[in-house]
């Protein structure tokens, strides 16, 4: 064989090898250059985004209640649904009560977790400080928006409040509504809404969200204001303080009745779990009991009516 077909023999032999060699070469740099180019997007493409990953494994307050075994109740103090003794740090209150209740029914260790004030409670729910504000929570459309509440316990009843020498509503309480007419109430209070609704001729004077009932019925008794919106129970305890002050308009039913509540983080199953405790305590009686030890003579809130009840 001639010198020049050993030659073309060996470079036919050496090209498959040769341009698989140059194959896998290039794709080795091609894929170096992709991962160093666009590290993100080849991730992209093999994993799902952070935040999902996130969102999947984020633990729901059902989740954690029922890995505890304990429901971490935030509180306001608020008579008479929560006390807190100062000497002895122990609570009691219809809420409490309830609360406990929920316990036992449920099988669940009750915490009282995070004393909080009516402006944050929403948040702490929101971010996880508690699993359930347990306390007579109103059920109100501005904060239905991000929150949700387990079945009512009991109704709480607002009165109008005026000066006990001031007879000028007592027989029409439309003649609160004229321009002359001072209403009373703090920036972002229920009172507020009920005012511009039901008396929107009066002259409202909002004092800001710092301000306590005290400080509204104080107005009205010192004769800086001439109405107050009050829940029964809050007026109750300031009368028994502050005997011959005030007084609530003899009417024929409550201005407003909201339902008490606990609410909780916009939780389906949680608040499943929490309504079934309520529903059983509510329908054998104990809801009651509770309130009788608090409001034996009926007059601060208004009773879930049970089944075959008279």
Same mark, same amino acid.
């Given at each position: 064989?001639?010198?020049?077909?050993?030659?073309?023999?060996?470079?036919?032999?050496?090209?498959?090898?040769?341009?698989?060699? &140059?194959?896998?070469?290039?794709?080795?740099?091609?894929?170096?250059?992709?991962?160093?180019?666009?590290?993100?997007?080849?991730?992209?493409?093999?994993?799902?985004?952070?935040?999902?990953?996130?969102?999947?494994?984020?633990?729901?307050?059902?989740?954690?209640?029922?890995?505890?075994?304990?429901?971490?109740?935030?509180?306001?103090?608020?008579?008479?649904?929560?006390?807190?003794?100062?000497?002895?740090?122990?609570?009691?209150?219809?809420?409490?009560?309830?609360?406990?209740?929920?316990? *036992?029914?449920?099988?669940?260790?009750? +915490?009282?977790?995070?004393?909080?004030?009516?402006?944050?409670?929403?948040?702490?729910?929101?971010?996880?400080?508690? @699993?359930?504000?347990?306390?007579?929570?109103?059920?109100?459309?501005?904060?239905?928006?991000?929150?949700?509440?387990?079945?009512?316990?009991?109704?709480?009843?607002?009165?109008?409040?005026? *000066?006990?020498?001031?007879?000028?509503?007592?027989? @029409?309480?439309?003649?609160?509504?004229?321009?002359?007419?001072?209403?009373?109430?703090?920036?972002? *209070?229920?009172?507020?809404?009920?005012?511009? *609704?039901?008396?929107?001729?009066?002259?409202?004077? +909002?004092?800001?969200?710092?301000?306590? @009932?005290?400080?509204?019925?104080?107005?009205?008794?010192?004769?800086?204001?001439?109405?107050?919106?009050? +829940?029964?129970?809050?007026?109750?305890?300031?009368?028994?303080?502050?005997?011959?002050?005030?007084?609530?308009?003899?009417?024929?039913?409550?201005?407003?009745?909201?339902?008490?509540?606990?609410?909780?983080?916009?939780?389906?199953?949680?608040?499943?779990?929490?309504?079934?405790?309520?529903?059983?305590? &509510? +329908?054998?009686?104990?809801?009651?009991?509770?309130?009788?030890?608090?409001?034996?003579?009926?007059?601060?809130?208004?009773?879930?009516?049970?089944?075959?009840?008279?």
């Amino acid at each position: 064989m001639s010198s020049r077909a050993r030659g073309r023999r060996r470079r036919f032999n050496m090209r498959p090898l040769t341009w698989l060699v &140059v194959v896998l070469a290039a794709v080795v740099t091609g894929y170096a250059g992709a991962r160093l180019a666009a590290p993100q997007a080849v991730e992209g493409m093999n994993s799902p985004p952070a935040a999902a990953v996130q969102a999947a494994v984020r633990e729901t307050a059902y989740d954690r209640v029922m890995r505890t075994n304990t429901l971490r109740c935030g509180y306001i103090l608020y008579e008479p649904f929560v006390r807190k003794d100062p000497n002895s740090g122990k609570f009691s209150g219809i809420a409490v009560d309830l609360a406990e209740e929920i316990g *036992r029914v449920a099988d669940l260790k009750i +915490e009282w977790t995070d004393e909080v004030g009516w402006g944050t409670t929403v948040e702490g729910l929101k971010t996880g400080r508690y @699993d359930a504000l347990c306390v007579g929570f109103w059920r109100l459309p501005t904060e239905g928006k991000h929150v949700f509440y387990t079945l009512p316990f009991s109704y709480s009843m607002v009165d109008v409040l005026t *000066r006990a020498d001031d007879t000028r509503f007592d027989a @029409d309480l439309a003649l609160i509504n004229q321009p002359d007419i001072r209403i009373i109430s703090a920036d972002g *209070r229920e009172d507020s809404i009920i005012a511009r *609704r039901d008396f929107p001729k009066a002259k409202l004077t +909002e004092l800001s969200n710092l301000a306590g @009932d005290s400080d509204l019925m104080e107005s009205v008794a010192s004769g800086k204001a001439d109405i107050s919106f009050q +829940e029964a129970a809050t007026f109750e305890r300031y009368l028994a303080a502050n005997p011959d002050k005030l007084k609530k308009l003899p009417l024929p039913a409550p201005l407003r009745v909201y339902q008490n509540t606990f609410a909780l983080p916009q939780d389906e199953k949680l608040k499943s779990m929490l309504d079934t405790a309520i529903n059983v305590i &509510v +329908e054998n009686g104990g809801m009651d009991i509770m309130l009788d030890k608090y409001d034996p003579g009926r007059k601060l809130l208004l009773r879930i009516k049970r089944p075959g009840a008279n």
